[in-house]
Each structure stands twice: as C-alpha cells, then as structure tokens.
C-alpha cells in the first residue's frame, strides 16, 4: 500500500514565523504535491513536484515556498506565517502525472494565532 | 475553467439503503476522475479511479460510473452501513496533474 505521511497532525503558529511542514511518501513516486482545505472553497492547489528540485506553482502559491531535495520528501514552507495561512494542508503523491491515481496524507491541522 | 459540482451537499439515511451521490463537471476533456473519502480533521482515502475511457470502476459495495460526454458521474453505495458516514468528494483531473475538486457530499447512515 502507498503510504504518504505527514511531519505534524496539528501544529500552532505565531505570525511572523516560518513554518516547515513536512511530507514523505514511500513509493517512489515522481509527482508529489500540497493543497489546502478551507470550509466552503474546497481543496485548492499550492505547489507540486514532478522530480527532485523540480517544482510548479498551482492556483495559490503566494506566501508559501516548497523544496524537494530527496524523491520521498516533499516541504512545503510559510516563510511568514500570517492568520489567513490557518488551515488544512494536505499533501499527496502519484506515479505519474496524466491519468494516475493521487494518495494522500493525513493532513496537518495547522493554526496560527 | 473547470467547475466540478456535488449534489446533494448533505445526505442522511437509514442503514441498508443503496444510495447516489453526484458530481458533475463542466469540461469533458479530462484524464480522470476519482472518488475520495474523507473523515471528520483527516485526510482523504482514494476510494475508486476511473479513466476517462472506463464507464464505471467497482470496489466492494461501491460502483462509481462515468459519462465523459454530458459531464456527470455517479457514487453507487449499496446496503449503506453507519461506518459509511463520512464526506464524499470528486476531483477531476483535467491538466494532468492537480485535481479540481469538488466540495463534498456529507453523508450520515443512521442505525
């Protein structure tokens, strides 16, 4: 079974910090990705990977930053926590891109104060 | 740009009855569509994938179908079980690499 985790299930944040999280996943896939979930606006894309060093912004990617140095990690970075980055992050993984199947972590509840 | 839509956004049933959830979506040149569970603060559990050439993927007591051409699939739950209860979601991929998602059906199966 693919098994995509997750730094932190929770973590709490004063603006103004800079903020790791962390996702790994364990079966070799290229393509790793980072959304977002917010009560009415749904799942909402921020950065993805398609290989190592490799990155490409999706719908939000302002004040977020992402560095993949290893195939199995992918961080996604708030270089300056701010209330409105309080949310979900979820992260994901597949083989491929075109046509292939997304697995997701657990997410990390994420609130900055 | 894709819009992906659920209805209904909230369900409740008895136990043991076959039920449907919907999703529609406005771009029919897409790779695929999957199905996603997603329980209350965790993260979501692929649930079925369907190619854009497959009408309809099955997995236990779920059937999912497809039809590209008018924009629609369908979440087949039969014999529907309290352990069901969870937040439906379907995500389209039409870029080949991010899903557009859409925002979830929520679905309780009472004892």
Redesign the interface.
């Known amino acids: 079974d693919v098994k995509v985790t997750q730094s932190s299930r929770y973590l709490v944040k004063r603006t103004g910090e800079k903020v790791f999280l962390e996702c790994v996943q364990d079966m070799d896939h290229e393509n790793m990705f980072w959304y977002r979930q917010d009560p009415g606006l749904g799942l909402r894309l921020i950065y993805f990977s398609y290989d190592v060093k490799m990155k490409e912004k999706g719908d939000i990617p302002e004040g977020y930053s992402v560095s993949r140095e290893k195939k199995e990690r992918f961080s996604l970075i708030l270089e300056s926590a701010s209330t409105n980055q309080t949310s979900m992050y979820l992260c994901a993984s597949s083989l491929k891109l075109q046509g292939y199947e997304q697995y997701f972590g657990p997410g990390t509840r994420l609130t900055v104060t | 740009k894709q819009e992906v839509t659920q209805i209904p956004a909230a369900l409740s049933v008895p136990e043991g009855e076959n039920l449907v959830l919907n999703c529609s979506f406005t771009d029919s040149a897409i790779?695929?569509l999957?199905w996603?569970r997603q329980d209350p603060?965790?993260?979501?559990?692929?649930l079925l994938?369907i190619?854009?050439s497959q009408r309809e993927q099955t997995s236990g007591r779920l059937n999912a179908s497809l039809d590209k051409s008018s924009g629609r699939s369908t979440l087949y739950i039969a014999a529907s079980q309290p352990g069901d209860s969870a937040t439906y979601?379907c995500?389209v991929?039409d870029s080949?690499?991010?899903?557009n998602?859409?925002?979830?059906t929520s679905l309780l199966v009472t004892p």
Request: charged letters at 10%.
């Open positions: 790779y695929n999957q996603f603060g965790k993260g979501l559990t692929s994938l190619q854009s979601l995500a991929n080949g690499y991010a899903l998602f859409g925002k979830g």
